[in-house]
């Protein structure tokens, strides 16, 4: 029997560790979606960690070659952007933003759009002025662009100590996973063949959606921008990385960016150039349902496309552009998880009545 003291003891014990805990994790809340990235790629990468550790047990070697291609596929672009808004900014301090070449190209677009839409108006018997004026709505325009490329370069210093922190914390979890997973067994949360059940769903819904995200959205992305570049869109970069970034969203995806740019070419004039995006549009939407079903099996096909998009929509809302990445996840480990638990529950409360819930239910 445990005396009075002990209990105590005990209490002071627990209230000390929560004090402790609570003002550790208050030190990192400040990178909180960094390290959140960094334990989404840590455990996507742990299925093909485990893979090469049946030959080899070098995962230090692993982490340096992870580190190389996520750096050439952040940094370099990064860099890329940074340059052409520093020169950007450059070239109008000395000639005004209506006067430079890519408004200019702009306004034109613009106003071949206005004749095309008052020409409908027209014909509907609508009133014409309600189109905003070209001169109007880009004397409007380049402020904002201004203050956006300004903002974006003030806010460097944040991105790259997100970019460190997120590089470090990936580094201690891919190569201290076994000694997390000690930690996590001595702690006695959860019985062993459930933390394991909870660290392979985590696992592997990571797992799924880096593959799904990095490899068909560079695929498509890779798609969109050659085609547009091949049909008159010179734009490669910026292309492809609104492509990459709009190919996350479920519904949406990547084959609207070549129907808009399809659209502007026919609105230029230029039908070859927009029937041939078209055809560009149909292959990048279609590449998902191509290459899932190889990838995937059935049961590991996801969530209902609406609900995905709307778990996304509240993810980048609360922490941003990440959030193309951490909603997905949340969503998918949720679904996996919550009837095995609620099974769990009831099975603890109601000995003899538990629920036969399938594991792989799906909203």
């Not at 109008?92 to 004749?115: C, H, I, P, V, Y």
């Not at 409007?140 to 100590?161: E, H, N, V």
Request: aromatic share 10%; proline share 4%.
């Amino acid at each position: 029997m445990i005396s009075k003291t002990e209990k105590i003891y005990s209490t002071s014990r627990i209230l000390l560790l929560v004090v402790l805990s609570i003002l550790t994790l208050v030190l990192f809340v400040p990178f909180a979606t960094p390290m959140l990235l960094a334990c989404f790629v840590a455990l996507g990468c742990e299925p093909v960690i485990k893979k090469i550790n049946f030959k080899s047990k070098k995962r230090k070697y692993f982490t340096l070659g992870l580190f190389v291609i996520l750096s050439t596929f952040i940094l370099v672009p990064l860099v890329l952007f940074i340059f052409r808004i520093a020169n950007g900014l450059k070239s109008l301090s000395t000639e005004s933003m209506q006067n430079s070449q890519f408004f200019k190209a702009l306004l034109d677009l613009w106003g071949k759009a206005q004749d095309f839409g008052s020409n409908l108006m027209q014909q509907a018997g609508l009133e014409q002025n309600i189109i905003p004026q070209k001169e109007e709505l880009f004397s409007k325009l380049s402020p904002f662009i201004m203050d956006k490329a300004t903002l974006f370069l003030g806010s460097l210093p944040d991105l790259i100590l997100s970019l460190f922190v997120f590089f470090c914390v990936l580094f201690v979890l891919i190569t201290s996973a076994s000694t997390i997973k000690r930690t996590l067994l001595k702690a006695n949360l959860l019985p062993v063949s459930e933390l394991d059940n909870i660290l392979h769903s985590f696992q592997t819904s990571c797992h799924m959606i880096l593959i799904s995200t990095f490899l068909i959205g560079a695929l498509q992305a890779v798609i969109v921008a050659g085609g547009s570049l091949i049909f008159g869109f010179h734009e490669f970069f910026l292309i492809f990385v609104v492509t990459f970034f709009v190919s996350f969203i479920p519904v949406i995806g990547a084959g609207p960016v070549a129907v808009l740019l399809a659209l502007i070419a026919f609105l230029m004039g230029n039908t070859g150039d927009g029937i041939g995006l078209v055809v560009v549009s149909v292959i990048a939407g279609t590449i998902d349902n191509v290459i899932k079903p190889f990838v995937f099996s059935k049961d590991e096909e996801g969530l209902h496309p609406v609900i995905s998009l709307l778990g996304i929509i509240g993810a980048i809302i609360i922490f941003g552009l990440p959030g193309l990445l951490i909603g997905p996840f949340l969503l998918q480990v949720t679904v996996k998880l919550a009837p095995a638990l609620i099974e769990k529950i009831s099975a603890t409360f109601n000995p003899g009545h538990g629920i036969d819930l399938d594991s792989d239910t799906k909203l």
